[in-house]
């Protein structure tokens, strides 16, 4: 894989290093950005390691570590990365599509040219992997989408979406973890919970995951 760019480099302040990728956003470039951050948070003087959507951030100490050696270590090691590295888990979502659970299923059909039965059928067969856990604890961004459902968000944002809701969102589809704010086209909702502050492993899901929608039941 070491015909990828290597990523520019930014400071944020002075314990800050910013590691970018352009977009769009690839799982061969994002595991290479995962793998960077499990060297990374080896290196004396690393504090913490926040991989991001084509980007990794490195939190240092500048008492322990020299950002222009830091940065040079970060290119030097990038060509020298195996994508892949990271263990991955296959998770199975049950998805209630349309009515009540996914007011936006309509939405969705519409902008894209299709029956809401065929844009449950096309949701259900893409290969989704978690490229990024953000935004709200145990959001889970993931890449995979089949490019024709890609659906622009909502031009007005819900004050309040209900937890476990799965929802387009551009060229992404994720699940609202807890009630919150969002602009993602809602189109269906699971039973499971995405996020137990109380669990050992407070998030159902982790980034390098594989995820599987599997259509519980469809209202249209």
Same mark, same amino acid.
């Given at each position: %894989?070491?015909? #990828?760019?290597?990523?520019? =480099?930014?400071?944020? +302040?002075?314990?800050?290093? =910013?590691? &970018? =990728?352009?977009?769009?956003?690839?799982?061969?470039?994002?595991?290479?950005?995962?793998?960077?951050?499990?060297?990374?948070?080896?290196?004396?003087?690393?504090?913490?390691?926040?991989? +991001? %959507?084509?980007?990794?951030?490195? %939190? /240092?100490?500048?008492?322990?570590?020299?950002?222009?050696? #830091?940065?040079?270590?970060?290119?030097?090691?990038?060509?020298?990365?195996?994508?892949?590295?990271?263990?991955?888990?296959?998770?199975?979502v049950p998805v209630a *599509? +349309?009515?009540?659970? +996914?007011?936006?299923?309509? !939405?969705?059909?519409?902008?894209?040219?299709?029956?809401?039965?065929?844009?449950?059928?096309?949701?259900?067969?893409?290969? *989704?992997?978690?490229?990024? #856990?953000?935004?709200?604890?145990?959001?889970?961004?993931m890449g995979g989408l089949?490019?024709?459902?890609?659906?622009?968000?909502?031009? &007005?944002?819900?004050?309040?979406?209900?937890?476990?809701?799965?929802?387009?969102?551009?060229?992404?589809?994720?699940?609202?973890?807890?009630a919150s704010p969002g602009?993602?086209?809602?189109?269906?909702?699971?039973?499971?919970?995405?996020? !137990?502050?109380?669990?050992?492993?407070?998030?159902?899901?982790?980034?390098? !995951?594989?995820?599987? /929608?599997?259509?519980?039941?469809?209202?249209?």
């Amino acid at each position: %894989m070491s015909e #990828l760019a290597p990523p520019r =480099l930014h400071s944020l +302040g002075d314990a800050a290093l =910013l590691c &970018e =990728l352009p977009a769009p956003a690839q799982l061969a470039v994002q595991q290479r950005i995962w793998a960077l951050a499990a060297e990374a948070a080896q290196w004396p003087g690393v504090d913490e390691v926040l991989p +991001g %959507m084509n980007n990794l951030t490195l %939190m /240092f100490d500048p008492a322990l570590a020299d950002a222009e050696a #830091l940065g040079e270590r970060v290119l030097t090691t990038w060509p020298k990365l195996k994508a892949g590295a990271i263990a991955s888990r296959e998770v199975e979502v049950p998805v209630a *599509y +349309g009515g009540d659970e +996914g007011p936006d299923l309509g !939405d969705v059909a519409a902008h894209c040219g299709l029956a809401p039965d065929e844009v449950v059928r096309r949701h259900c067969a893409g290969e *989704y992997v978690v490229y990024l #856990l953000g935004f709200l604890p145990g959001f889970a961004f993931m890449g995979g989408l089949p490019p024709e459902l890609a659906t622009p968000r909502r031009a &007005e944002p819900r004050t309040s979406v209900p937890a476990r809701s799965v929802g387009i969102g551009g060229e992404q589809t994720g699940i609202y973890p807890v009630a919150s704010p969002g602009g993602w086209n809602l189109i269906g909702r699971t039973p499971l919970e995405l996020f !137990d502050p109380t669990a050992k492993e407070p998030t159902l899901l982790r980034h390098g !995951d594989r995820v599987r /929608f599997v259509a519980e039941s469809v209202r249209t």
